[in-house]
């Protein structure tokens, strides 16, 4: 039988896997069974409260098995969940509310006073005030959605500083999975260790490996990132297999060189995204892992649900040259267009365009941001067919893999010069394998700027001598700075807005 939305996947896993252990947070662990029982009971009430149908729900909770119980529930409600980071300032919570409009508010004693502290006219669920045997209504909405209706909204950066709603389909999600099941060979033997916060689009498929094929989904606490010797004790504890996370983690192992005193044989595949990685880190890796490790590169924005284009590495790679985010994934189709709208040739930088089912519907609630990226397909004069444009620079090389190259707006004029910010810290980090380091421009000084994590400062010499032999000399950053720590998001990827603004503003 064909499954057009996703709690139709949840409850045939349900079924197949009921005293599994579905999730394992910090502090408990939750079987398939207890799982659904739970979200359901959440269903019931966001149905009472609301009565609403393809309206954002609103999750304000931390990373727990109670969170993804109530993005399940309410999916149950026929519903799409939108989760909050309760780590952000409440101003803006307070904004993306406002923005949101949601029919209810999820969240747990611990918060609600928070909440009440904004003084928005919208129904809360509290569920520490849920009562465990109370009767459940089997009625849902859920079997009134069809396959192009929302399933959950994530928040993004603005430029007008009001964060923008992604409103991805339940379609866009099962095309994903489906196809990641497919190409990475997923069994309910998968056991997942989870980095990403679910604000953050990678954490789509951590969770619904867990909902389509019954793995087990290991919330690894957020403590163990910062240390990472304490990480590899916890994936050797759980024996958790299969990882995803973004390329600072990875970076972080491999210089502090751990694998020399600490093993992870469990690990069989190894995915990475959100952020380049560099080729000599990865490396690190390969060389230390056991050999049937699969490595996977996961290149696409929030925009288009998770994945567009992959790259499998099989060997080392090469260290001088950029890492592929290789070919497209199935059922989406990539197009490079220059600046007139014409598809570049192999080997020609243009923008990397996006079509398929992945597509996000668009921004919740804003039109004017929704038709400026998903647009009409400038090769297609013949049927309305939308695209989203990326913003980032790519092109397609001889081996039909495409190679990114940038941001458009991380790319800069200096001297006449159109440079990419991420092609230098692409040859820095390739130079100097123990540190982690990000390339700024400081737009009032007109210069390049290295802000770099380090134990020891690295002499201004060292670094213009070395960079001299990969850089061109209108690409070396003038100023170094050194931070003992580098400044992360939520997401885990480093904080580059922080760090930008720090430097525009001084």
């Given at each position: 039988?064909?499954k057009?939305?996703?709690?139709?996947?949840?409850?045939?896993?349900?079924?197949?896997?009921?005293?599994?252990?579905?999730?394992?947070?910090?502090?408990?662990?939750?079987?398939?069974?207890?799982?659904?029982?739970?979200?359901?009971?959440?269903?019931?009430?966001?149905?009472?409260?609301?009565?609403?149908?393809?309206?954002?729900?609103?999750?304000?909770?931390?990373?727990?098995?109670?969170?993804?119980?109530?993005?399940?529930g309410?999916?149950?409600?026929?519903?799409?969940?939108?989760?909050?980071?309760?780590?952000?300032?409440?101003?803006?919570?307070?904004?993306?509310?406002?923005?949101?409009?949601?029919?209810?508010?999820?969240?747990?004693?611990?918060?609600?006073?928070?909440l009440?502290?904004?003084?928005?006219?919208?129904?809360?669920?509290?569920?520490?005030?849920?009562?465990?045997?109370?009767?459940?209504?089997?009625?849902?909405?859920?079997?009134?959605?069809?396959?192009?209706?929302?399933?959950?909204?994530?928040?993004?950066?603005?430029?007008?500083?009001?964060?923008?709603?992604v409103?991805?389909?339940?379609?866009?999600?099962?095309?994903?999975?489906?196809?990641?099941?497919?190409?990475?060979?997923?069994?309910?033997?998968?056991?997942?260790?989870?980095?990403?916060?679910?604000?953050?689009?990678?954490?789509?498929?951590?969770?619904?490996?867990?909902?389509?094929?019954?793995?087990?989904?290991?919330?690894?606490?957020?403590?163990k990132?910062?240390?990472?010797?304490?990480?590899?004790?916890?994936?050797?504890?759980?024996?958790?297999?299969?990882?995803?996370?973004?390329?600072?983690?990875?970076?972080?192992?491999a210089?502090?060189?751990?694998?020399?005193?600490?093993?992870?044989?469990?690990?069989?595949?190894?995915?990475?995204?959100?952020?380049?990685?560099?080729?000599?880190?990865?490396?690190?890796?390969?060389?230390?892992?056991?050999?049937?490790?699969?490595?996977?590169?996961?290149?696409?924005?929030?925009?288009?649900?998770?994945?567009?284009?992959?790259?499998?590495?099989s060997?080392t790679?090469?260290?001088?040259?950029?890492?592929?985010?290789g070919?497209?994934?199935?059922?989406?189709?990539i197009?490079?267009?220059?600046?007139?709208?014409?598809?570049?040739?192999?080997?020609?930088?243009?923008?990397?365009?996006?079509?398929?089912?992945?597509?996000?519907?668009?921004y919740?609630n804003?039109?004017?941001?929704?038709?400026?990226?998903?647009?009409?397909?400038?090769?297609?004069?013949?049927?309305?067919?939308?695209?989203?444009?990326?913003?980032?620079i790519?092109?397609?090389n001889?081996?039909?893999?495409?190679?990114?190259?940038?941001?458009?707006?991380?790319?800069?004029?200096?001297?006449?010069?159109?440079?990419?910010l991420g092609?230098?810290?692409?040859?820095?980090?390739?130079?100097?394998?123990?540190?982690n380091?990000?390339?700024?421009?400081?737009?009032?000084?007109?210069?390049i700027?290295?802000?770099?994590?380090?134990?020891?400062?690295?002499?201004?010499?060292d670094?213009?001598?070395?960079?001299?032999?990969?850089?061109?000399?209108?690409?070396?950053?003038?100023?170094?700075?050194?931070?003992?720590?580098?400044?992360?998001?939520?997401?885990?990827?480093?904080?580059?807005?922080?760090?930008?603004?720090?430097?525009?503003?001084?």
């Amino acid at each position: 039988m064909i499954k057009i939305n996703l709690i139709e996947y949840f409850e045939n896993t349900v079924d197949l896997f009921p005293d599994k252990i579905a999730i394992v947070d910090n502090t408990s662990q939750i079987t398939f069974d207890q799982l659904r029982q739970k979200a359901k009971r959440i269903a019931t009430h966001i149905t009472k409260e609301t009565n609403a149908i393809n309206k954002p729900v609103a999750i304000y909770l931390p990373k727990a098995n109670e969170t993804l119980a109530s993005f399940i529930g309410t999916l149950y409600s026929g519903n799409c969940y939108t989760p909050l980071d309760t780590k952000n300032p409440l101003p803006r919570i307070e904004t993306i509310l406002r923005a949101l409009h949601p029919a209810c508010i999820i969240t747990n004693d611990k918060y609600i006073t928070q909440l009440k502290e904004l003084n928005l006219d919208f129904p809360i669920i509290n569920l520490d005030e849920l009562e465990k045997g109370e009767d459940v209504d089997e009625k849902f909405n859920y079997i009134k959605c069809i396959d192009t209706d929302p399933a959950y909204i994530l928040h993004t950066s603005g430029s007008t500083g009001v964060p923008k709603g992604v409103v991805i389909s339940h379609l866009s999600i099962i095309d994903y999975i489906n196809w990641v099941v497919d190409t990475f060979d997923i069994t309910e033997n998968e056991k997942v260790g989870n980095q990403t916060p679910f604000i953050f689009d990678m954490s789509t498929l951590d969770i619904y490996l867990m909902i389509f094929k019954g793995a087990t989904l290991y919330l690894i606490p957020e403590q163990k990132f910062i240390f990472p010797a304490t990480l590899l004790e916890y994936i050797n504890e759980n024996q958790i297999n299969f990882i995803f996370w973004v390329p600072s983690v990875y970076v972080n192992v491999a210089n502090l060189k751990l694998f020399t005193s600490i093993k992870i044989p469990t690990v069989k595949k190894v995915l990475y995204g959100g952020e380049v990685m560099p080729p000599k880190h990865l490396n690190y890796w390969i060389k230390n892992l056991n050999k049937n490790v699969i490595y996977g590169n996961m290149y696409g924005p929030t925009e288009i649900t998770g994945t567009c284009v992959y790259h499998i590495v099989s060997d080392t790679v090469d260290e001088d040259e950029s890492l592929p985010i290789g070919k497209p994934c199935r059922n989406t189709d990539i197009l490079v267009l220059n600046e007139k709208d014409e598809l570049c040739q192999v080997g020609e930088k243009g923008e990397l365009c996006v079509r398929g089912s992945s597509l996000a519907l668009g921004y919740w609630n804003n039109l004017e941001k929704t038709n400026a990226v998903f647009v009409q397909n400038p090769l297609n004069k013949a049927v309305p067919e939308r695209i989203y444009r990326t913003g980032d620079i790519v092109y397609l090389n001889e081996k039909g893999e495409y190679i990114y190259i940038g941001r458009k707006d991380f790319q800069i004029k200096l001297s006449g010069y159109r440079i990419d910010l991420g092609e230098i810290e692409h040859h820095i980090l390739s130079v100097f394998d123990t540190i982690n380091a990000g390339v700024f421009f400081d737009k009032a000084k007109n210069e390049i700027v290295l802000i770099y994590e380090s134990e020891k400062e690295i002499p201004v010499k060292d670094f213009r001598l070395k960079l001299s032999k990969v850089l061109s000399k209108h690409m070396i950053p003038s100023k170094y700075i050194k931070m003992d720590i580098l400044p992360k998001s939520t997401t885990g990827k480093i904080d580059r807005a922080l760090l930008n603004k720090k430097i525009n503003n001084t």
